[in-house]
Nanobody, 119 residues
Framework: QVQLVESGGGLVQAGGSLRLSCAAS????????MGWFRQAPGKERELVAG????????YYIDSVKGRFTISRDNAKNTVYLQMNSLKPEDTAVYYC????????????WGQGTQVTVSS
């Protein structure tokens, strides 16, 4: 089992940047594929970015390609989401999730961190 804690959310103006972090407990973090999801009010939760256990493979939803970067540091049990050129439509609660099978799955979830982008 793994426990996840997100941090780094906040209020930023359009065009600004934020870096989200997700710290994981447990000694098997490097076994998990990780995903960053988001859920805006009135919308379904969506996968924003995913990264394989080694960091060698990544995935991005089309709307964030070229603006967001997912990375991980297995020595620090942490996964990051660097978000640049933020837009108001990026406003949502962002969650990190871990899975032994795929970044599309969320077997374990963090509590979420709010990202608000003002226009």
């Amino acid at each position: 089992q793994v426990q996840l804690v997100e941090s780094g959310g906040g209020l930023v103006q359009a065009g600004g940047s934020l870096r989200l972090s997700c710290a994981a407990s447990g000694r098997t973090f490097s076994s998990y594929a990780m995903g960053w999801f988001r859920q805006a009010p009135g919308k379904e939760r969506e996968l924003v970015a995913g990264i394989s256990w080694s960091g060698g493979s990544t995935y991005y939803i089309d709307s964030v390609k070229g603006r967001f970067t997912i990375s991980r540091d297995n020595a620090k049990n942490t996964v990051y989401l660097q978000m640049n050129s933020l837009k108001p439509e990026d406003t949502a609660v962002y969650y990190c999730a871990a899975s032994l099978s795929s970044w599309y799955r969320g077997d374990y979830w963090g509590q979420g961190t709010q990202v608000t982008v003002s226009s």
